[in-house]
């Protein structure tokens, strides 16, 4: 019995020291795990994700994500008339935004309609922490004015 003890009171510090480090390495890998899942959260209140339909207005894009969606560019061989389809500047969570063209004569825009607009649509756009995206949307011939979403995908992290 006294040999135990003796053991233990010459390698308290070790002991005690060994003790500590685990418990260490326990909050901080729990801390990790913290951060990344806070990392997640808040990845995806800046996330914008666009949707393409043929509302009354015009061919729209609605942002059905929590970000806002900046500098909206169509593909631009995608052309009316010779004219390319104008840029968005931004659609703010769950707003809309009416596709335009530069009408022929240069004097002004006319908003698009979904029978206008080639099968299938490419975009880029980013979100405000400059993180980049590109879209493709594909007309739906079953649902009249509707185009399928086929690819959304972060293309670059800032």
């Known amino acids: 019995m006294n040999l135990v003890i003796d053991i233990i009171s010459n390698n308290a510090m070790t002991i005690l020291t060994a003790i500590t480090v685990i418990i260490l390495y326990y909050y901080t890998k729990e801390t990790y795990l913290l951060r990344k899942e806070s990392q997640k959260q808040t990845q995806n209140q800046f996330t914008p994700y666009l949707s393409l339909r043929n509302l009354e207005e015009g061919a729209t894009f609605s942002n059905l994500g929590q970000g806002i969606a900046l500098n909206i560019k169509v593909d631009s061989s995608i052309q009316i008339d010779s004219q390319p389809i104008l840029i968005i500047p931004s659609i ?67």
């Open 92 to 158: 703010g969570a769950k707003e809309n935004r009416v596709l335009y063209c530069m009408s022929k004569s240069g004097n002004g825009a006319f908003s698009l309609r979904a029978r206008e607009l080639p099968d299938q649509i490419d975009i880029t756009y980013e979100d405000i922490l400059d993180n980049k995206y590109e879209a493709s949307f594909l007309r739906e011939y079953e649902k009249m004015g509707v185009f399928k979403e086929i690819k959304q995908k972060l293309v670059s992290r800032s």
